[in-house]
Structures are given as structure tokens and as C-alpha cells.
């Protein structure tokens, strides 16, 4: 039985088959309504959401199965006590593959060790965004038309933003990618990120604070928000919350082919006004969300593919 805890636990073979069933799905959706008849998805969340939640709903709803879970720690036991052990124990009686959010960093690490169903980590503290990381990088192919020799821009809240952490962690795996990181010194990307994944890869990768200087530079730029709800001090998430905001202005800097990504919700880092740009692609990100997650669905459920007669993983 496989989990997806990290973006790592796939090898780079698995990880580009289900962005290439994850194409195939979103140029023939019918053909797969009703791949997992039968088969119900817990949606476990202990945190706030809006896409992940619901596209990983709509991705089930739209594989023919069934989804049930909870929207909120308040809803379930954990109030009385429960810990995601358990929780884990007995969801795993009542669905068949787990979609689990924690505001704890390894909770859903946690959840599989206990779980008799597959796991899916669907966002841990400030830790890591598996599921995110694949739509980011079904994004990057389609707008890029390939996942190597890139200069990515990261720019904003880079110590808590566990997106960048999983995507980092998942293009250094591909040639030749270079990293600018664009941040205050307070939200810089953390030692770990540095020390575990960018040097032992050998990655090429500066720490800057302008986004403006380093616009020209870029292939693709992925902002990010800065987590209010992981400081420990509301006035200094107030002296940061601002740092960068792209607007349409700034955007003219960049090159004309630059995608912007964005794993929102955004808050004020990208104004309005460059939701019309060609180069964005954060809404695309959010409906290229549900065919990753039928396709992670069908490859942890070992369902085969009705286009190609064959399992995923
Ligand atoms: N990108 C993302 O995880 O959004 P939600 O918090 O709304 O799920």
C-alpha cells in the first residue's frame, strides 16, 4: 500500500506518469466517471481550506465515488482527545484512501503508520504540500513545456510557505533548475531547505530581497502569502505582510513569457489587475487541482486506467 506524506515518495518516473495521467484526464474526463465506482475518500481536515478540500471531493465525486470527513478539528473527537492515530484506526473502516490537513507538522506521517488505507498529506503545519506541488508542476509543463533547466523565482513568506518547500524539494530532482529566493530576512527559506535538499543536490540558488531586480532573471515566478496564521506575533506579520505586491506594473519587467503561479488564497500579493496578464496561471493552477487529484486517487487505489488498460503505480 502506498501514501503520499512527500512530494519524495514518488520516484521521478511515478511523479511524471501521474502528470501524464493526470493529461489524459483532463483531456477526457468522461471516459473516467466511473473508474473508482464504489470507493469512498475520507477528507480529514484539521485546518482550513477551500481548494484542496473540495477539489479533492470533486476529483472522487467526479471518479464515480463517494466522499464523506470533516471540515474542521471542532467537528470530530479530536476535541475530546482523540489523536490521529486512532482518528486513522477508524476512518480507515468506513473509506478506502484518506485526504488528511494538520496544522501539525508530520500528523498525516502519523496518521499512516496507523492507517490501513492509503494516506494522502494534503498540507502539514509550515512542512509540506505533496498534492500542491504536483498541480504546480502540471502547470510549469503546460506553461514551460518542460520541468528542466528553469530559473524559478520564489518570492514572499518562504519560512512557513510549505508549498515552496515541497516544490523545491521536487525540481531539484530535475536538470539544471536554478533557485532565486525573494524574501525579508525573517521569512527566509529555512536551514533545512538549504543544508538537506539544495546543497546535497549541488542546486545553483541565491537569496535575494528585490523582486523587481530579479524579474528579468525568471522562467517562472510562484508567490506566495504570508501565513498569518503561523506567527507567534501579529505585529510583526503586519510589518511583513506587504513586502512584495506584484502589479501589473511591475509584471512589465518580466519576461513576456514568465507564468506566475500562486498556490492561494492570495491576500494582497498580487493585485487584481494581473489576473487578466496572459502570464497568469494561478487559476489554472486551481482547475488543474482536481485532475491531479484524480489521478493521485486512482494511482493510490490501483485502479486501472480505462485509456491505456494499465495501473498507474
Ligand atoms: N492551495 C491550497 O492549499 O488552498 P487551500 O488552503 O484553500 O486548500
Known amino acids: 500500500m502506498r501514501n503520499l506524506i512527500d512530494p519524495l515518495d514518488f520516484t521521478l518516473d511515478e511523479t511524471i506518469s501521474i502528470l501524464d495521467l493526470a493529461d489524459r484526464i483532463a483531456s477526457n474526463e468522461e471516459a473516467y466517471s466511473h473508474v473508482a465506482d464504489g470507493k469512498k475518500l475520507a477528507t480529514l481536515f484539521y485546518e482550513p481550506s477551500t481548494r484542496t478540500r473540495l477539489s479533492f471531493e ?9 466522499t464523506l470527513g470533516f471540515a474542521g478539528a471542532n467537528q470530530s473527537s479530536a476535541t475530546k482527545g482523540e489523536t490521529v492515530a486512532d482518528t486513522a484506526r477508524v476512518v480507515s473502516c468506513y473509506a478506502d484512501i484518506i485526504a488528511m490537513r494538520h496544522p501539525k507538522e508530520g500528523a498525516p506521517l502519523r496518521a499512516s503508520m496507523y492507517s490501513s488505507i492509503p494516506v494522502i498529506n494534503a498540507g502539514d503545519g509550515g512542512h509540506n ?7 504546480d508542476l502540471m502547470t510549469i509543463r503546460h506553461r514551460k513545456g518542460r520541468l528542466d533547466n528553469l530559473t ?3 518570492c514572499g513568506d518562504l519560512k512557513f510557505g510549505r508549498t515552496v518547500h515541497s516544490l523545491v524539494n521536487s525540481l531539484v530532482r530535475f536538470n539544471d533548475n536554478k533557485f532565486y529566493f525573494i524574501s525579508p530576512e525573517e521569512l527566509k527559506v529555512p536551514d533545512y531547505l538549504i543544508e538537506d535538499t539544495l546543497i546535497p543536490n549541488k542546486s545553483v540558488y541565491k537569496e535575494v530581497r528585490s523582486l523587481e531586480d530579479t524579474l ?5 515566478l510562484y508567490m506566495t502569502r504570508v501565513q498569518r496564521e503561523r506567527f507567534f506575533n501579529e505585529d510583526d506579520y503586519i510589518r511583513l505582510k506587504d513586502t512584495y505586491i506584484l502589479n501589473k506594473e511591475k509584471l512589465q519587467l518580466a519576461p513576456a513569457d514568465m507564468p506566475v503561479l500562486h498556490p492561494l488564497p492570495r491576500v494582497d500579493e498580487i493585485s487584481t489587475d494581473v489576473d487578466t496578464d496572459k502570464r497568469a496561471a494561478y487559476f489554472e ?5 482536481k485532475y491531479i487529484r484524480m489521478a493521485l486517487i486512482m494511482s493510490l487505489l490501483e485502479l486501472t486506467d480505462p485509456l491505456t488498460g494499465k495501473k498507474v503505480l
Open 216 to 220: 528579468p532573471e525568471l522562467d517562472v
Open 285 to 289: 493552477q486551481v482547475q488543474n487541482g
Open 58 to 66: 470533486s476529483a472522487m465525486l467526479s471518479l464515480g465515488g463517494k
Open 129 to 135: 504540500h505533496p498534492t500542491q506541488t504536483l498541480i
Open 152 to 154: 524559478v523565482g520564489f
